[in-house]
């Protein structure tokens, strides 16, 4: 039965019911029916990322179930949609022995290792089928943590890591807060397919990068240790022996194969993917079928360069072949089956001297050590400095000056000194220590107890402020175009800029005798400054560098309060009880406010024209979210558009209702072109994707003002 009938039928049979007169037969068959309609709507939320009702119709459906449950405990069920929430912690991993061993995969690091292995696999399949070229699966190689989800009787019964292989440690009570994993299946909405009796797949589970750079926001927000990657971020939180902590964790999956099953007569990889995807399972969305070794081999070149594009990390792409026939008689070696071959990225990590170890004095009065390094290229970038975190960090790792280094940059995170290599070791490096003084300012530095980082405790040190003209300026907050680390620290220390308010007194009578400062220069610098007066409440609140305050927090206070002075004005009570901030951010906001130099310098600020109020698009969403322009809408974006950066772009997008995702896929709405498009448009092509190419600023505009129908008919 479609879902939206079946959900209309529900919510008329709600009107108006009272749960408690209910008798237990009719408790418990209305508990199925919501069971089954909120599954369903989990699935197209989460695994088709194409809601179809409200949030808050959601929500009432699903907290009927919820009180239904409480009221009737006989009406809950282990694989009701409320067990998500996470159970009781454990007090330690039971060991899980996998039915089927979960191999790993021989690696091919280019096209000819590529070739060689398409062409073993074609003479161990000649004595039994002659010249064959079996046609070949590639899917992106997500990097993640390995689990297998068993089902029985269409409940999941355990999910487990993939350990040694052989046996593996149980995280069911973690898996089951994931929302892209069926409890149940089959769920697919309008699937007509029953999974078998017994059923084990296999797949990934990931963190999304977006979702993990906010976990990490949010980790750093509540005083925790943020994690170095996402890979690490899944691992972790999968370890994890209380599950409230993993369910308030964005986990992610992919399916990509089925390990033991009762029944199985399906005669390729691409059927059981199939099979899967009807099931309810999330798939990778670029997964190819090649008939010939060209394409493929074209196919997997592509992606080292294509990698950023998307929302997930990959390290590669994994060719199958597709008949389970030839899987069967080409057979396993060692540990790694024939019929599979791991096509690797070139690695994002380089080799080279570490010449000095420098520390730099953050806004904050954080002083942490960066390496400076004979200059390297990795994946096409030079690098000559990289981070080494904390004094911890350097020491686990004894990380000396004068060593040689391995250093990895990943996507556009800062890069950073993995690990040395002793081996290289002339014998005269000495054990690095940190200095006891801050080098700006002279001042001794603490580390507390139970931090990671050392401290300059002084509020007037020039290397803090500068650090701080850095980041107000900076294009996530007053985003002032041409006035970028250099020229920030050049007008401390000419003494043009003491508080953030003198940046908008700025002069171009002030910046000609500058070096590099002509006529031109210097009236385009004030004209930028100028722009900047209108930005919005919120990169103005996270411009001014309050402690916990990131652009998430920043946003989230401004839907509170319409204006600079009535946050002022707010207590850290009333902050509290904002959804999303805690008793430390709070604290943070009314302590920065506390002191009277920061209100002197918020008064300066709006008595230069800078707008310290809310703006008409960062009021709270509107109640009825259905009604917004792009309701609805998955929208990709790729090129430059007019006057509109990439991030102000989506913002505007998420406002009007829509959501932005990074690459293009069977989900995708509409690709909106800007100025030299990537290769987003082909995808969009093949996809048959709606495109809509702008060329100006008002084009754009209309868009979010009218919504997709009217802009792609026109
Ligand atoms: S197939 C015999 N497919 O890579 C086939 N693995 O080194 C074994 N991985 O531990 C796995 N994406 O966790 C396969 N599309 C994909 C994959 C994938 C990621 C991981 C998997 C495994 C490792 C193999």
Redesign the pocket.
């Known amino acids: 039965m479609p879902l939206t009938k079946d959900t209309r039928a529900l919510q008329a049979d709600l009107e108006g019911l009272a749960i408690d007169t209910l008798s237990q037969g009719d408790a418990l068959a209305l508990a199925k029916r919501l069971r089954s309609v909120v599954r369903r709507h989990d699935h197209r939320y989460y695994v088709e990322d194409d809601p179809l009702i409200a949030d808050r119709e959601y929500d009432r459906l699903y907290r009927t179930l919820k009180t239904l449950e409480a009221e009737f405990p006989e009406a809950q069920t282990e694989d009701s949609p409320t067990q998500r929430v996470g159970g009781p912690p454990i007090d330690d991993f039971q060991k899980h022995e996998h039915p089927k061993p979960?191999?790993?995969?021989s690696n091919a690091f280019d096209r000819t290792e590529l070739r060689e292995w398409y062409e073993r696999c074609q003479r161990g399949l000649a004595d039994r089928y002659g010249t064959v070229e079996p046609a070949v699966v590639a899917?992106?190689?997500?990097?993640?943590?390995?689990i297998a989800l068993t089902y029985d009787d269409g409940t999941l019964s355990v999910a487990a890591t993939?350990g040694d292989g052989s046996v593996g440690e149980d995280v069911t009570h973690n898996i089951r807060t994931v929302h892209r994993i069926p409890l149940r299946i089959p769920v697919a909405s309008e699937a007509e397919v029953e999974g078998p009796e017994h059923l084990e797949v296999?797949g990934?589970v990931f963190m999304r990068k977006s979702e993990f750079d906010a976990l990490n926001e949010r980790l750093v927000e509540e005083g925790e240790q943020p994690f170095a990657n996402p890979r690490n971020a899944a691992a972790g939180t999968l370890r994890q022996l209380d599950p409230g902590v993993v369910a308030d964790r964005p986990l992610s999956f992919?399916a990509?194969?089925v390990g033991s099953v009762s029944d199985n007569d399906l005669a390729t990889h691409t059927e059981v993917l199939d099979v899967l995807d009807a099931l309810g399972f999330p798939l990778?969305s670029h997964t190819k079928r090649f008939e010939d070794l060209e394409p493929l081999l074209d196919f997997c070149e592509q992606w080292p360069q294509r990698r950023d594009e998307l929302d997930y990390e990959v390290d590669g792409v994994?060719v199958?072949i597709d008949r389970h026939e030839y899987r069967d008689e080409l057979g396993t070696i060692a540990d790694?089956?024939r019929w599979?071959v791991?096509y690797k990225f070139p690695a994002r990590e380089a080799t080279t001297t570490l010449q000095k170890i420098r520390v730099q004095v953050g806004r904050t009065g954080a002083v942490n050590p960066e390496a400076v390094l004979d200059p390297v290229e990795i994946g096409g970038v030079t690098v000559s400095k990289a981070t080494l975190h904390n004094e911890d960090y350097i020491r686990e790792r004894d990380i000396r000056e004068g060593d040689t280094v391995v250093v990895k940059r990943a996507g556009d995170v800062i890069p950073q000194v993995v690990r040395t290599v002793p081996d290289a070791r002339t014998g005269d490096e000495e054990p690095w220590t940190f200095p006891a003084t801050c080098p700006a300012c002279d001042t001794e530095l603490v580390r507390l107890p139970d931090e990671a980082d050392h401290v300059c405790p002084n509020s007037e040190c020039p290397a803090q402020f500068k650090r701080l003209v850095e980041h107000f300026v900076q294009r996530d907050a007053m985003d002032i175009e041409g006035l970028g680390e250099r020229l920030s620290h050049r007008l401390v220390d000419l003494g043009l800029v003491t508080t953030l308010a003198d940046i908008y007194r700025i002069e171009t009578d002030d910046l000609t005798p500058l070096d590099g400062f002509a006529n031109k220069s210097a009236e385009n610098l004030v004209t930028a400054i100028e722009a900047s007066k209108d930005r919005s409440l919120s990169r103005l609140l996270f411009g001014l560098g309050i402690q916990h305050v990131g652009k998430t927090v920043a946003e989230l206070v401004v839907r509170h309060c319409a204006s600079i002075e009535a946050l002022a004005a707010t207590s850290a009570e009333d902050l509290d009880a904002i959804d999303g901030i805690g008793p430390t951010i709070a604290e943070s906001i009314v302590d920065w406010f506390a002191v009277p130099e920061n209100r002197t310098l918020v008064d300066d600020l709006a008595s230069e024209g800078v707008n310290t109020h809310r703006q008409p698009h960062e009021a709270p969403l509107e109640a009825d979210e259905d009604a917004l322009p792009l309701a609805g809408c998955t929208i990709v974006l790729t090129g430059s558009l007019p006057d509109w950066t990439r991030a102000d772009a989506s913002d505007a997008i998420e406002r009007a209702g829509g959501s932005v995702t990074s690459s293009v896929s069977g989900n995708t709405d509409l690709l909106v072109v800007g100025a030299n498009p990537g290769s987003k448009l082909a995808s969009a092509r093949e996809e048959g994707t709606a495109i809509l190419e702008v060329e100006t600023a008002e084009e754009f505009q209309e868009l979010l003002d009218q919504g997709m129908t009217e802009v792609t008919d026109s």
């Not at 979960?102 to 995969?105: D, T, W, Y």
């Not at 899917?139 to 390995?146: F, M, P, Q, R």
């Open positions: 979960l191999l790993s995969l899917e992106l190689k997500i990097d993640g943590v390995a993939r296999r990934e992919f990509f194969a990778e994994v199958k790694a089956p599979a791991a």
